[in-house]
């Protein structure tokens, strides 16, 4: 006996009301991102391992989809490779691609590749798809979708603010109730500097992202075991656990960075301009400054965003920051960008929990005509294309089936009006509609039929 198909774990096959809700999760953020001047660009699946790695951080780098190399990828691989039970090592010989883990770094390859043909600051939109090799639970996959949108060639934090407010707009629209937490990079760096660590910033800032999610002990523990001292760990504390206002905090923390950390101080007076700007522009989302908040990627620099959705728990629905560097990676240094990210599966979780998607969003036939065969059949076909010249969604059931079958797909279908032309009607010049919802039957004459669908 076949086996069951299948599809992996971590992945997802979409229906087409699901398809429809997406595109409304979709098109609004799209709506969002051109009313601030954002252009579309796509880029490929897969990406040379050499633009991917060493950009997400360890962990980042452990969570590629690796391709093997086409033809006889083991052509070229010594006898030892197979039995090293190596698999960085065979990797590294036996696949040059991977898939892409998210849109940033490939857009920075994507800006320093066509320099020439582009004006900046240049600000670019895309939603794709992106592969994590990470495991599957509630509210994560290994293959799900990305809208980024990110403006590279300007230093100024006006677009760190407008970033924030795009947030504010998207969530709104989709009547998300969010909580938007900022930090910023320089000012983790500061604490890093503040324990006598510098160099462990990286350490730092993946151990205490995780402060959420597994508690205040265990993060300490991942601290001693990643080389902090016990007296760091101690000295970080009242760091970790600072309360007040965002004022209160920001002046706690730049009082402890005053001749401790010159980087430091330039992030607090950073996320005080970041956050004055929020607050001009009227952002009526709730926007919190965190000190915690360090989401693990090594390529920030600046700001640091995250979106928590307030009344379901799953992870972060957003998020993004500043990369000053990114593009130095590939030959362009100098070049500053700044984005965000919306994560549209998430999104998607969160309206399904709390019933957010309006009806609208699901697209389905607005009219079926009964198919009766023979002459009324063809009289109806002219009627047809008439109503979709009209940009209404019609379809004309395939078989002259009993009335009572037809009306049950209809039914089934969610389709509002069934058009009915028999033979009376075609006598008369007439066709009968029935709304499903009511049972209500209207005979109009056939030259009406387009205004009379429009205008219910």
Same mark, same amino acid.
């Given at each position: 006996?076949?086996?069951?198909?299948?599809?992996?774990?971590?992945?997802?096959?979409?229906?087409?009301?699901?398809?429809?809700?997406?595109?409304?999760?979709?098109?609004?953020?799209?709506?969002?991102?051109?009313?601030?001047?954002?252009?579309?660009?796509?880029?490929?699946?897969?990406?040379?391992?050499?633009?991917?790695?060493?950009?997400?951080?360890?962990?980042?780098?452990?969570?590629?989809?690796?391709?093997?190399?086409?033809?006889?990828?083991?052509?070229?691989?010594?006898? #030892?490779? !197979?039995?090293?039970?190596?698999?960085?090592? &065979?990797? /590294?010989? @036996?696949? *040059?691609? =991977?898939?892409?883990?998210?849109?940033?770094?490939?857009?920075?390859?994507?800006?320093?590749?066509?320099?020439?043909?582009?004006?900046?600051?240049?600000?670019?939109?895309?939603?794709?798809?992106?592969?994590?090799?990470?495991?599957?639970?509630?509210?994560?996959?290994?293959?799900?979708?990305?809208?980024?949108?990110?403006?590279?060639?300007?230093?100024?934090?006006?677009?760190?603010?407008?970033?924030?407010?795009?947030?504010?707009?998207?969530?709104?629209?989709?009547?998300?109730?969010?909580?938007?937490?900022?930090?910023?990079?320089?000012?983790?760096?500061?604490?890093?500097?503040?324990?006598?660590?510098?160099?462990?910033?990286?350490?730092?800032?993946?151990?205490? #992202?995780? !402060?959420?999610?597994?508690?205040?002990?265990? &993060?300490? /523990?991942? @601290?001693? *075991?990643? =080389?902090?001292?016990?007296?760091?760990?101690?000295?970080?504390?009242?760091?970790?656990?600072?309360?007040?206002?965002?004022?209160?905090?920001?002046?706690?923390?730049?009082?402890?960075?005053?001749?401790?950390?010159?980087?430091?101080?330039?992030?607090?007076?950073?996320?005080?301009?970041?956050?004055?700007?929020?607050?001009?522009?009227?952002?009526?989302?709730?926007?919190?400054?965190?000190?915690?908040?360090?989401?693990?990627?090594?390529?920030?620099?600046?700001?640091?965003?995250?979106?928590?959705?307030?009344?379901?728990?799953?992870?972060?629905?957003?998020?993004?920051?500043?990369?000053?560097?990114?593009?130095?990676?590939?030959?362009?240094?100098?070049?500053?960008?700044?984005?965000?990210?919306?994560?549209?599966?998430?999104?998607?979780?969160?309206? @399904?929990?709390?019933? =957010?998607?309006?009806?609208?969003?699901?697209?389905?036939?607005?009219?079926?005509?009964?198919?009766?065969?023979?002459?009324?059949?063809?009289?109806?076909?002219?009627?047809?294309?008439?109503?979709?010249?009209?940009?209404?969604?019609?379809?004309?059931?395939?078989?002259?089936?009993?009335?009572?079958?037809?009306?049950?797909?209809?039914?089934?279908?969610?389709?509002?009006?069934?058009?009915?032309?028999?033979?009376?009607?075609?006598?008369?010049?007439?066709?009968?509609?029935?709304?499903?919802?009511?049972?209500?039957?209207?005979?109009?004459?056939?030259?009406?039929?387009?205004?009379?669908?429009?205008?219910?």
């Amino acid at each position: 006996m076949a086996s069951r198909p299948a599809i992996p774990k971590g992945t997802r096959d979409f229906s087409p009301e699901e398809i429809s809700r997406r595109n409304y999760i979709f098109d609004t953020i799209k709506s969002v991102y051109r009313s601030y001047g954002f252009q579309p660009i796509e880029t490929p699946s897969m990406e040379y391992l050499s633009t991917l790695m060493g950009k997400y951080g360890e962990e980042g780098d452990k969570l590629l989809f690796k391709i093997l190399n086409s033809g006889d990828f083991l052509a070229d691989a010594g006898p #030892d490779v !197979l039995t090293s039970h190596d698999a960085g090592h &065979v990797a /590294a010989l @036996l696949c *040059e691609k =991977g898939l892409r883990y998210d849109l940033t770094v490939p857009f920075a390859r994507y800006v320093v590749q066509h320099r020439a043909e582009l004006v900046f600051p240049f600000k670019r939109y895309q939603i794709q798809p992106v592969w994590r090799a990470d495991r599957p639970q509630k509210g994560r996959y290994r293959e799900f979708y990305q809208c980024d949108a990110d403006v590279v060639g300007s230093d100024s934090l006006l677009y760190d603010a407008e970033l924030v407010q795009m947030v504010d707009q998207v969530f709104r629209r989709l009547q998300i109730s969010v909580t938007v937490k900022l930090n910023n990079r320089k000012i983790l760096s500061g604490i890093a500097e503040l324990l006598g660590q510098a160099e462990k910033v990286t350490d730092l800032t993946t151990a205490i #992202d995780k !402060l959420d999610k597994i508690g205040l002990e265990n &993060v300490n /523990a991942e @601290l001693l *075991e990643r =080389g902090f001292s016990a007296a760091s760990v101690a000295r970080l504390q009242p760091v970790l656990q600072l309360s007040g206002s965002t004022e209160e905090k920001l002046s706690a923390i730049a009082a402890l960075f005053e001749g401790t950390s010159e980087t430091g101080l330039k992030g607090v007076a950073e996320m005080r301009e970041v956050l004055g700007y929020v607050t001009d522009m009227q952002v009526q989302t709730a926007v919190e400054f965190d000190l915690t908040l360090a989401r693990g990627l090594n390529y920030y620099t600046g700001t640091i965003i995250e979106v928590k959705a307030n009344d379901v728990k799953i992870g972060s629905i957003c998020g993004g920051g500043r990369y000053d560097n990114l593009t130095g990676i590939f030959g362009m240094p100098g070049l500053s960008g700044v984005g965000i990210s919306f994560g549209a599966d998430r999104i998607y979780d969160v309206l @399904l929990q709390t019933d =957010g998607f309006p009806d609208s969003t699901t697209e389905t036939t607005q009219v079926l005509f009964v198919n009766f065969g023979g002459d009324e059949m063809r009289a109806v076909l002219p009627l047809l294309s008439e109503v979709r010249r009209a940009g209404i969604s019609a379809e004309i059931y395939p078989d002259p089936l009993k009335m009572k079958k037809q009306l049950a797909y209809a039914d089934s279908r969610r389709i509002a009006f069934v058009a009915i032309l028999g033979g009376d009607e075609m006598a008369s010049g007439s066709i009968t509609v029935k709304e499903l919802a009511t049972g209500q039957q209207t005979k109009v004459a056939q030259r009406d039929l387009v205004d009379f669908l429009l205008n219910r």
